[in-house]
């Protein structure tokens, strides 16, 4: 018998996305690990990495799922963290080591007036145990090697940043919605030190990312303990359900697959207002079908995505 060189890739061919509610103390890598194999499934990705201590929304892309992620990391987030004020973490979370301490504990009123510096476009520094690269190097790499990590403050965007509950002085309840690239852990450490404090993260819980919603979340126990369903799954296009629909013709449709632009004039009344002319996305839609995804820029509709799942 001939040898094969060619291995077929391990695994079932299985498209679509499973919502995972994470448990505390496992990190998102992990995860994929443990749905991956309890579905045999060749091929498998997350759509926005959770901090280990963090809990909630974990999006598993299968298959085609995972080309859509990007457009699930630019989507709208969603977060409820506890805030412990008066110690600072190496980490700017509870699983760090404690840097300094503060006696200082702000008033509710003081957390309100510092709250609207945090909201809007606004100049973040990472924490230092992210994954973000310095010189070729993850900074969690150097920051646990004991080196002294710089990371360069970068554009965020917050929606929403208010204070929920406040059960005691060391502690405060905030829920934040946010664009893409946001630390929570940062939010918090600059939170705290805006009040004249110290502070970190004790916990962490998303609630949204992109269409993912926490009431759609299955607890990872239930893909561990049984041989979990495929009816768990939801549909590959999922991902793209935030993103506005700009409905076409199959003749304008036809010339976008082959690569062609549309101009925008030609779709006048038909473009969504969600649509951001300015670089924003949308949905290609031709009779109730997705066909894929399109850029609005310079005046044209330029396709961005297309799915050869449009039939």
Known sequence: MAHHRHRKPKGRPIDGWLIIDKPTGIGSTDVVAICKRAF?????????????????????????????????????????????????????DADGNVTGTSEARPTDEQIRAALPAFIGDIMQVPPIFSAIKVAGERAYDLARAGEAVELAARPARVDRFELVERPDAD?????????????????????????GTLGHIAALRRLRVGPFLEQDAVPLARI??????TDLLRPVTMALEDIPALPLTEAEAARLSFGQPVPLVELMGRIPQEANPDGGLARAMAGGRLLGLARLEEGLVKPERWLEAAR
């Open 40 to 92: 045999q499934a060749q091929k498998c990705g997350h759509g926005g990495t959770l901090d280990p201590l963090a809990t909630g929304v974990l999006p598993i892309a299968f298959g085609a799922a995972t080309k859509t992620v990007p457009y699930v990391m630019d989507g709208t987030k969603q977060y409820r963290f506890t805030l412990r004020l008066g110690e600072a973490r190496d980490s700017d």
């Open 171 to 195: 502690t405060a309840i905030f829920f934040v919605e946010s664009g893409k690239g946001v630390y929570m852990r940062s939010l918090a450490r600059d939170l705290a030190l805006a009040c």
């Open 224 to 229: 561990q303990e049984a041989e979990p369903s």
